[in-house]
């Protein structure tokens, strides 16, 4: 069973276009990761949020990212005006929060910027 | 900066054949060094977290081992299935982000 949900699968979009992505965690947790990886690249940190607040952020995480937790459970990621280097692979996360836990990630979103 | 360097960046085995993929890394006061396992368009898998040197951890066929500069995922007679990429990562200082090396992409040849 996934630990985490991550809808959709694939997005494509226009340049200049706002994308939302959508995570759903199987179970209750406080803390919640975005990562991105583009094609033949590292998996990068984007965002890490905790109790309805962005903890930490990377220099990545720019004006054009948003998160947000709307009803409790959805966990979202808002690109307001895609980039064609937006392109890449998205994951959720979430984890315990604590020194040294693993994290659980979600099968992703492949965002394609056209 | 946390760094992160992973080798070989590919790897190529025949089944059976044991082998050793590296990972290291430069850090401020790590937390946990973790081993994922990725298959294409999947996400990380969990495999391991390490927290100090001399630590290892082992399931089935993989055993990773960790000192104060790197870390070792030891395959020890592979099987096909256990093809993929495996991605190495850290948590170090006061931050809660993983910093990930490159990856090794490991190939097991019937």
């Known amino acids: 069973e996934p630990e985490v949900t991550q809808t959709p699968s694939h997005q494509v979009t226009q340049m200049g276009q706002e994308v939302i992505l959508r995570c759903v965690p199987i179970?209750?947790?406080?803390?919640f990761y975005w990562y991105r990886q583009i094609l033949g690249q590292k998996v990068e940190f984007l965002v890490s949020?905790?109790?309805?607040?962005?903890?930490?952020k990377s220099e990545i995480f720019d004006d054009q990212f948003s998160v947000e937790r709307p009803d409790g459970s959805n966990f979202t990621l808002k690109i307001r005006s895609t980039k064609l280097e937006d392109s890449a692979m998205y994951f959720c996360?979430?984890?315990?929060?604590?020194?040294?836990?693993?994290?659980?990630f979600g099968s992703g979103t492949q965002l394609s910027v056209l | 900066e946390d760094q992160v360097t992973q080798s070989p960046e590919a790897l190529r085995l025949q089944e059976g054949e044991s082998s050793s993929l590296n990972c290291s890394y430069t850090v401020s006061g790590l937390r946990g060094l973790f081993w994922y396992r990725q298959d294409p368009g999947k996400g990380p898998e969990f495999l391991f977290t390490l927290y100090s040197a001399g630590e290892e951890k082992e399931k089935e066929r993989l055993k990773a081992t960790l000192t104060k500069k790197e870390s070792f995922l030891h395959i020890t007679a592979p099987k096909p299935e256990d093809s993929a990429t495996y991605l190495c990562a850290v948590q170090a200082g006061g931050a809660q982000k993983l910093v990930f090396g490159q990856g090794t992409r490991l190939t097991i040849n019937p």
């Open positions: 179970s209750n947790h406080l803390y």
């Open positions: 949020f905790y109790n309805n607040e962005i903890s930490e």
């Open positions: 996360a979430r984890g315990g929060g604590g020194s040294g836990e693993k994290l659980f």
